[in-house]
Antibody
Framework: EVQLVQSGAEVKEPGESLRISCKGS????????ITWVRQMPGKGLEWMGR????????HYSPSFQGHVTISADKSISTAYLHWSSLKASDSAMYYC??????????????WGQGTLVTVSS | DIQMTQSPSSLSASVGDRVTITCRAS??????VNWYQQKPGKAPKVLIY???SFQSGVPLRFSGSGSGTVFTLTISSLQPEDFATYYC?????????FGGGTRVEIK
């Protein structure tokens, strides 16, 4: 079974750093890009960026560029989302997902279970 | 960025009703649209990809259509387990974007 399992909920203070993870199993991790999606409380889905685990090539939404870093370690089939300095506005649920393609059309499947990040002083 | 305008933002319907949700893209995006269902406290899951292709395991009462700028998701006969929020997504651009969501509630 193809699965993405994310790390557990985090509670941090503003200014702290954080890295959350997304571990893939049931498929060749290097063969599929991984993407990250934010969902703020009671709100919709926002695409943050993606990574190609085979060469760590990344692409970010302008809304998130410079504030988060996406990385991957293909040797352990894990992708990461990193903040160097958290803000209260980063409080949200974060999902990773695998990017699949059909005739060059990408879609996200499966999704991880989500990691809730709470930033509060 | 390509904007995806989804309508309605919410609707109330009864079990057995036919439900249609529409997504309009700010520019032509061929068939680069996917539809997701999200239940409270759960991750989204794909229902339809490439505008009209069925994801394995998804009930056939869900269908998608459209091309260019207007896309629809149809639930032919609403079931109790279908009450959820639905999102469209464009993947035409390298910077993917989602519609604002449609919350389907019980009438």
């Amino acid at each position: 079974e193809v699965q993405l399992v994310q790390s557990g909920a985090e509670v941090k203070e503003p200014g702290e750093s954080l890295r959350i993870s997304c571990k893939g199993s049931g498929y060749n991790f290097s063969n599929y890009w991984i993407t990250w999606v934010r969902q703020m409380p009671g709100k919709g889905l926002e695409w943050m960026g993606r990574i190609d685990p085979s060469d760590s090539d990344t692409h970010y939404s302008p809304s998130f560029q410079g504030h988060v870093t996406i990385s991957a370690d293909k040797s352990i089939s894990t992708a990461y989302l990193h903040w160097s300095s958290l803000k209260a506005s980063d409080s949200a649920m974060y999902y990773c997902a695998r990017i699949r393609r059909y005739s060059s059309i990408p879609w996200f499947d499966p999704w991880g279970q989500g990691t809730l990040v709470t930033v509060s002083s | 960025d390509i904007q995806m305008t989804q309508s309605p933002s919410s609707l109330s319907a009864s079990v057995g009703d036919r439900v249609t949700i529409t997504c309009r893209a700010s520019q032509s995006i061929s068939s680069y649209v996917n539809w997701y269902q999200q239940k409270p406290g759960k991750a989204p899951k794909v229902l339809i990809y490439a505008a009209s292709s069925f994801q394995s395991g998804v009930p056939l009462r869900f269908s998608g259509s459209g091309s260019g700028t207007v896309f629809t998701l149809t639930i032919s006969s609403l079931q109790p387990e279908d009450f959820a929020t639905y999102y469209c997504q464009q993947s035409y651009s390298a910077r993917s974007t989602f519609g604002g969501g449609t919350r389907v509630e019980i009438k």
